[in-house]
């Protein structure tokens, strides 16, 4: 079964999307840069086979990036980029930091925010963000 997990980075900004996605075993299998679009990102993951864990950085696209991936992955997990140490060392770029993203998620040491805690700007809707439970 760990085989057929994917661990997915997602480093956002407000015209492209920088992703990485990594097996079960840790290995990049894929990057990628596509445009911040809802349904360009939900056609990247349903070209993805297995169950999909997503992470991305709070800020001004994370409300309506919760709502857009939230019933399409396994688990999506919202961080605070200021409790990521591993994102400041070494080189910094979209790219890296894509991947640094997924593999603090595969590791399991990020912390998912909270609603009350997000930084949503004046998103009209939000959500408590949590690791969901498996699908049925």
Not at 76 to 81: I, S
Not at 98 to 107: F, P
Not at 113 to 136: F, H, L, N, Q, Y
Request: glycine share 6%.
């Amino acid at each position: 079964m760990s085989s057929n997990i994917k661990y997915i980075g997602l480093d956002v900004h407000k015209e492209a999307i920088s992703i990485a996605v990594l097996n079960g075993a840790g290995k990049l299998v894929m990057e990628s840069i596509i445009e911040t679009q809802a349904v360009t990102l939900l056609q990247f993951l349903q070209g993805l086979r297995g169950e999909l864990h997503v992470t991305l950085e709070e800020g001004t696209w994370a409300a309506w990036l919760y709502d857009v991936l939230q019933p399409h992955v396994h688990e999506l997990v919202v961080c605070n980029p200021r409790r990521n140490a591993l994102l400041k060392e070494g080189s910094k770029s979209d790219k890296v930091d894509a991947r640094k993203l997924a593999e603090l998620l595969r590791s399991g040491m990020l912390r998912p925010v909270t609603a009350e805690k997000m930084d949503c700007g004046r998103c009209a809707s939000w959500r408590v963000v949590i690791r969901p439970s498996a699908k049925i």
